[in-house]
């Protein structure tokens, strides 16, 4: 069960979001916060796993505190939530130290998807701010041929692919949309990863918006 610290600056909201995830059988919910001195109080209480942190809770700015508090607590995982798909407000706090990013909008299913990434060690990037990044790259990219490279070494068939990966659409769904092969959208998506070192799509988004790649 991996243990969780929730925070939200809007209790109603907070309500809703213990409930959601106490209906499930993966989380504990071992402490609460709703301001940021509330914060690092129960971080001190409580020996949480994953921090749910709310980047506009009440009190002293999270962006200060993030550095400091990640390198008091090495082990905590943090998965972020926001309201903005800004590239330098995502970029800045993945900068900051979390793990993690989506939108509070987001459904509890993807919640609960995230921060299972997270707990596990790996990147997390919802689907919504992944799409209107990748849109944005995609839509800024050259578009005189598959020959064409782009900054990150991508073709434009690569983008086109990465784009829908970023989209949730599988394999033998991409294909169909391409008018290609399940086993070439595989290989796009092998030479995608091969290319920008990473091990997934959340990881390629983050690296692109980190480096300044994603531009308005």
Do not use: W
């Amino acid at each position: 069960m991996i243990r969780v610290l929730l925070t939200d600056g809007h209790p109603p909201a907070r309500a809703a979001l213990r409930t959601g995830l106490g209906a499930t059988t993966s989380f504990e919910i071992v402490s609460e916060a709703g301001t940021s001195d509330e914060l690092l109080d129960q971080l001190a209480r409580a020996s949480a796993a994953v921090l749910v942190l709310d980047l506009n809770l009440p009190g002293p700015d999270i962006f200060a505190l993030l550095p400091a508090l990640r390198e008091q607590y090495p082990q905590l995982r943090v998965l972020a939530r926001g309201e903005l798909t800004n590239r330098h407000y995502v970029a800045r706090a993945f900068n900051s130290g979390i793990h993690g990013y989506l939108l509070k909008s987001s459904l509890l299913t993807e919640l609960i998807y995230g921060l299972s990434t997270v707990a596990a060690g790996r990147p997390f990037l919802c689907s919504a701010v992944g799409l209107a990044l990748a849109g944005r790259f995609y839509a800024d990219s050259p578009a005189d041929g598959d020959a064409t490279r782009t900054t990150l070494g991508l073709s434009k068939r690569e983008m086109e692919v990465l784009s829908l990966v970023a989209e949730g659409l599988t394999n033998a769904e991409i294909a169909l949309k391409l008018f290609t092969s399940k086993r070439t959208i595989e290989t796009h998506r092998q030479n995608i990863m091969d290319k920008t070192r990473t091990r997934n799509t959340a990881a390629l988004i983050k690296l692109a918006t980190c480096q300044g790649l994603l531009r308005e």
